[in-house]
């Protein structure tokens, strides 16, 4: 336990040592944001995701098997969105290959961006989601998305993809100590778990009370707080910037 809880903190509040520098802590941020988002788009835009494209192929299956509630249309313009999120998000990787602050500062002030299109798109809708509204929201939000994804795999924080947790399960149960394992980072791993169920339960606890535009708002306040603060942190000299072997 003892372990665990000093891993968690390493986290949160990194140390001068950490090669990852402030990393962590804002990929934390970014899984919260996976959550909200997610919400949005499978309580209100048509069951399907915008993050999870794991779901998104399944629901594709479904959908062209006939299955009631989902749309095979929904889930390819989404996977089609974070498609060119991701070769976006893979472009800025090779422009700033030399500093992993940089990218993380564009990468989230892009997501800002395009997060903001999609708060506006709803405000203007006053939260109403026509069809017109569903397909702009799946295609701005899953451009954010896809860029988030690929970013988060070019910064190569261990155990921080901030989209995906399959991995980040398996790893806690295959690597702990009655598998036989050292269970590297158990707190890192559970603080991922746990900040996406956060941004999930907020999103979905603010939806169901239709509260579709402060959902986003809410979700462009963190990529926004995300980008100023890797802004503020990054210097060219920063050890923890250089691209990690």
């Known amino acids: 336990m003892r372990r665990l809880l000093s891993d968690a903190v390493r986290t949160l509040k990194p140390g001068d040592e950490d090669p990852h520098g402030p990393l962590p802590p804002l990929m934390l941020t970014l899984t919260v944001v996976t959550g909200l988002v997610d919400a949005v788009s499978y309580l209100v835009l048509g069951h399907v995701f915008v993050a999870n494209m794991t779901g998104n192929v399944v629901f594709l299956g479904f959908a062209l098997a006939g299955a009631q509630g989902l749309s095979a249309l929904a889930s390819v313009v989404s996977m089609t969105a974070f498609l060119v999120g991701a070769l976006t998000g893979g472009r800025l990787g090779t422009r700033f290959a030399t500093?992993?602050?940089?990218?993380?500062?564009?990468?989230?002030?892009?997501?800002?961006?395009?997060?903001?299109?999609?708060?506006?798109?709803?405000?203007?809708?006053?939260?109403?989601?026509?069809t017109g509204?569903?397909?702009?929201?799946?295609?701005?939000?899953?451009?954010?998305?896809?860029?988030?994804?690929?970013?988060?795999?070019?910064?190569?924080?261990?155990d921080l993809t901030t989209t995906v947790l399959t991995l980040t399960l398996t790893g806690l149960a295959a690597d702990s100590t009655p598998a036989?394992?050292?269970?590297?980072?158990?707190?890192?791993?559970?603080?991922?778990?746990?900040?996406m169920l956060l941004g999930a339960l907020i999103g979905a606890q603010l939806l169901l009370h239709s509260h579709l535009v402060l959902t986003l708002v809410l979700t462009l306040l963190l990529l926004?707080?995300?980008?100023?603060?890797?802004?503020?942190?990054?210097?060219?000299?920063?050890?923890w910037a250089r691209p990690q072997a």
């Open 224 to 239: 926004a707080v995300a980008s100023v603060t890797i802004h503020r942190l990054s210097t060219a000299d920063a050890a």
């Open 133 to 158: 509204v569903q397909y702009t929201l799946i295609v701005f939000l899953g451009l954010a998305m896809g860029l988030q994804n690929a970013v988060a795999r070019r910064l190569g924080v261990p």
């Open 99 to 130: 500093h992993r602050g940089y990218l993380l500062r564009t990468s989230t002030a892009v997501q800002t961006v395009l997060v903001a299109v999609a708060a506006a798109v709803a405000a203007a809708a006053d939260g109403r989601v026509g």
């Open 180 to 195: 036989g394992g050292g269970a590297p980072r158990p707190g890192r791993r559970i603080l991922s778990v746990l900040a």
